[in-house]
């Protein structure tokens, strides 16, 4: 938009506030510091759930019993959903890139309410720490699997209440980042900064906030309920007591289906920033995907039932959850012909940052595809609670959301942390670490069409073919995300120094320098009416 | 099993596997060729070939197309996808019902004549009701060669699935929801057979269980069996979720009764009590809730069935 700012400030790394070192760092209020908080914990968190995941499909790499017993394979798995949905996809990119930019990108000098963003970091960190205490102390690991299904949830002797309640905490942390995500897109936009100026990245930022506000107390409740329940045995959900088990499905999945948006709004937002920068051309349908990302936080409101077609709900609720599943699968599908429109006719200039672009929209077709198939209600009786829904939500929260957070961490690395990250050894790291996905998770369609369910310590002799590769492809993807990292971490400290703006963008954040200034900007700048953030 | 040699196992399988068709069909149509679409846009649009971008910053007409478009492939999707399922709501009267309970970890069927298996028999080319009691978590009864699965609600009335299996055969029977440790291994089987043959195996009522019934002991074991005790009691000494039967009878063992140790004698009084009140005394070492009560499920006669053959695992 406009080239201002030269540096009157130290850069936000090296500033140092009241305190020093580590407490300069966790009592900081910087948003962008927040933000490498959030990306550090995460990427603790997430290396934690991937080790998980790995001996979970070592486990199954034959039939019977290969590194563990069932106790530990189901422990495994609770842990691992656990982790990965409530500590790295929930929080996900708006933790992580949302603090760090969305000030930048609206033009200010930071959030609406900076302690409270603090708080949120902190809340995650205690529910994070709640939870793995139900790991390490009491009577033994979670086994429920992450959906704590009742009555099950009730009945079993595991040390459930801690990690519920930490659950719930984590739960706080999401809301508070929302309401602090919506106030600053609403009050502190930079003159000119009108909302149809807004960066893509933004708006989902801000469909997903409202998200946050409005379903994560569901949830809540609902902890507060089944922990009600093991406490004093009040009886909403458990049968034994007059209480109903299907209520609590549908009260976790009201949350918890509009949750899947949270995870993959925002990781559509930085696609849409990355093919415009990468194709150096106007993003394609500017007012179609911001369209499509309001219908997606709305209608995404209003399918959560297609998680219990064989739960036993009326004929009518069925055929309404069906036909609103395939509706919501429209606005995604619009996006994805946007982007692709986008690349038409431009320079296309192929990094890295592309690459996770592009593989992106490949493997979220399939999840999205996939999704059809669950959604019809036919086929979900077949497949549902099969391994091939298990593909498919790895396809969308882990091919989706993953795949755009190590595009949006390319891409904005050297706005991050100044340096640039050896491009030939990143590029290396994607395509392992894609085909090693391609390998793990596309076994698992084959698998629940042959009829394979889930959560399955052990399996027949039929299914061990597709195990086989499957548990092949995690060693695959395990070696791709070991390069990324070395690579990435390697760089942050000794990559080359980055400039202003290497990719040629057009949004506010590469009008700053990188690493940007403690305030971000010297001057707040003002957009004049003839700017725009893909206006190449 | 997802093969087209099975294709007419039950009279839902070409409405399923119809939705499959139209949906992956459609699915892989868009898939491959938005895929060729982007890998041609990156390779003609390379900066080394085009190296100004055209600015277009978007189409009205195109938004309309694409959006319409998908709008009534889904609408056709969700037409299948409900065509499929209809009729898997509306059981006809004549069907015949068989009880199904699921307990962790096992299934059992009752039949109308009272006639109990661990294994399900049907007959080809009749409508089966299965009434589903599940006596402690949810579970999930999945066929996959029927497509056919309905989760089993506690507490739930009316929880019910029907089918009508058009192919004699041995099918799998699996658990489809997650329902604690064992849960991998409940599993069944289910098997078709001609009408005929289905009706005199299930007249014969003195031959409840299978073959080879000679003894009270073979009997015994027959009917731990069909209700599932071997999937935490073992009978090689191997410690599961409940105490081993190797050996046990006669032997003394430390209970926990009412949170107080004690010694007891492994007799029928003690047998007879840990089936039907299961969590009065519990093998000091393992845990109380677990196991349910059989009250009501076995018969004064089954249990003396199950001793006399507990009599015998050495």
């Known amino acids: ?536 | 099993m997802y093969s087209s040699e099975i294709t007419q196992a039950s009279n839902f399988v070409k409405g399923v596997d119809l939705t499959f068709l139209v949906i992956l069909g459609i699915s892989f149509f868009f898939l491959i060729s938005l895929t060729v679409l982007m890998i041609v846009f990156i390779y003609k649009y390379n900066r080394k070939r085009h190296p100004v971008a055209k600015q277009i910053e978007g189409s009205t007409k195109l938004e309309i197309i694409w959006t319409v478009i998908p709008l009534l492939l889904t609408l056709l999707m969700f037409y299948f996808g409900w065509a499929g399922y209809k009729p898997m709501t509306k059981v006809p009267d004549d069907a015949m019902e068989v009880t199904v309970y699921g307990r962790m970890w096992n299934f059992s069927f009752e039949y109308e004549n009272g006639k109990r298996t661990d294994t399900l028999f049907l007959p080809k080319d009749k409508p089966v009701k299965l009434n589903l009691v599940a006596m402690d978590v949810l579970h999930s009864l999945y066929i996959p060669a029927f497509r056919v699965k309905q989760d089993m609600v506690p507490g739930k009335e009316n929880n019910f699935m029907w089918f009508e299996p058009q192919k004699e055969g041995t099918y799998e029977l699996f658990c489809a929801e997650y329902c604690g440790l064992q849960h991998s291994y409940m599993y069944s089987y289910v098997n078709v057979m001609e009408d005929t043959a289905f009706q005199s195996w299930i007249a014969d009522t003195t031959q409840v269980l299978a073959e080879n019934i000679d003894s009270p002991t073979a009997t015994g074991k027959r009917i731990m069996q069909n209700i599932g005790c071997f999937a935490c009691h073992s009978l090689d000494g191997s410690r599961l979720v409940g105490p081993s039967f190797k050996g046990i009878w006669g032997e003394e063992i430390t209970v926990v009764t009412d949170g107080e140790e004690r010694q007891v004698v492994v007799d029928e009084e003690y047998v007879r009590r840990s089936i039907y009140e299961p969590n009065a005394d519990v093998v000091d070492g393992f845990n109380k809730g677990l196991m349910l009560s059989y009250e009501g499920q076995l018969s004064e006669e089954d249990v003396n069935n199950i001793i006399e053959y507990l009599k015998t695992v050495n």
């Open chain 1, 1 to 536: 938009m406009q080239s201002t700012n030269a540096v009157n400030q130290a850069n936000y790394l090296e500033y140092r506030g009241r305190f020093k070192g580590l407490f300069g760092w966790i009592f900081s209020t910087d948003h962008k510091r927040i933000g490498l908080l959030y990306l550090y914990s995460m990427a603790v968190m997430f290396s934690v759930g991937v080790l998980l995941g790995l001996a979970m499909k070592l486990e199954l790499l034959a039939p019977g019993k290969t590194i563990m017993d069932a106790q530990d394979y189901n422990a495994t798995f609770t842990v691992h959903g656990v982790i990965m949905i409530f500590m790295v996809v929930v929080p996900g990119l708006p933790a992580v890139f949302g603090n760090f930019l969305l000030p930048i990108m609206i033009g200010a000098k930071d959030v609406a309410f900076p302690k409270l963003n603090l708080l949120s970091w902190w809340f995650y960190v205690a529910g994070v720490f709640l939870v793995l205490a139900a790991l390490l102390f009491g009577p033994g690991t979670p086994d429920t699997g992450w959906t704590f299904y009742a009555p099950y949830s009730f009945k079993t002797g595991t040390n459930m209440l801690p990690a519920i309640f930490g659950a719930f905490i984590l739960g706080f942390s999401s809301i508070l980042t929302g309401l602090n995500f919506l106030v600053t897109i609403h009050r502190m936009r930079c003159p000119g900064l009108k909302w149809s100026k807004l960066s893509l990245f933004v708006w989902t930022l801000y469909g997903t906030a409202w998200i946050q506000l409005l379903a994560t107390p569901v949830v809540g409740i609902t902890l507060v309920l089944v922990a009600l329940e093991r406490l004093f045995g009040v009886g909403i959900f458990d049968p034994a007591l007059g209480g109903d088990p299907i209520l609590y499905q549908h009260l976790f999945w009201i949350y918890s289906h509009p949750a899947v948006y949270i995870m993959i709004l925002p990781a559509m937002g930085a696609i849409s920033e990355i093919i415009p920068t990468f194709s150096q051309k106007h993003i394609f349908g500017y007012k179609a995907i911001i369209a499509s990302t309001m219908a997606i936080a709305f209608v995404g409101y209003l399918v959560w039932g297609h998680h219990m077609f064989t739960a036993g709900m009326s004929g009518t609720a069925q055929y309404y959850f069906s036909l609103l599943t395939f509706l919501v699968a429209i606005p995604s599908a619009i996006k994805v012909f946007n982007w692709i429109s986008t690349m038409y006719k431009g320079s296309i200039n192929i990094q890295t940052p592309f690459y996770w672009a592009i593989s992106f929209i490949f493997v979220f077709m399939i999840g999205g595809l996939s999704g059809l198939v669950l959604g019809a209600l036919a086929a979900n009786i077949y497949v549902h609670d099969t391994a091939f829904v298990v593909g498919h939500f790895h396809y969308i929260v882990f091919g989706g959301t993953g795949f755009a957070f190590f595009a949006a961490i390319h891409y904005w690395f050297p706005k991050i942390f100044g340096r640039m990250y050896d491009k030939a050894w990143a590029n290396i790291g994607w395509i392992v670490f894609t085909i090693g996905f391609l390998t793990l998770y596309s076994p698992m369609f084959y698998l629940g069409m042959m009829g394979m369910p889930r959560r399955y310590y052990d399996y027949l002799e039929e299914f061990h073919g597709g195990n086989i590769l499957s548990t092949f492809g995690s060693w695959i993807l395990a070696t791709g995300f070991i390069i990324i990292i070395v690579n990435l971490v390697r760089s942050a400290r000794r990559g080359e120094k980055a400039e202003m703006n290497p990719w040629k963008g057009k949004t506010l954040e590469w009008t700053v320098p990188s690493p940007p200034p403690v305030e971000n900007f010297d001057e707040i700048p003002e957009i004049a009416e003839d700017d725009g953030p893909y206006n190449y």
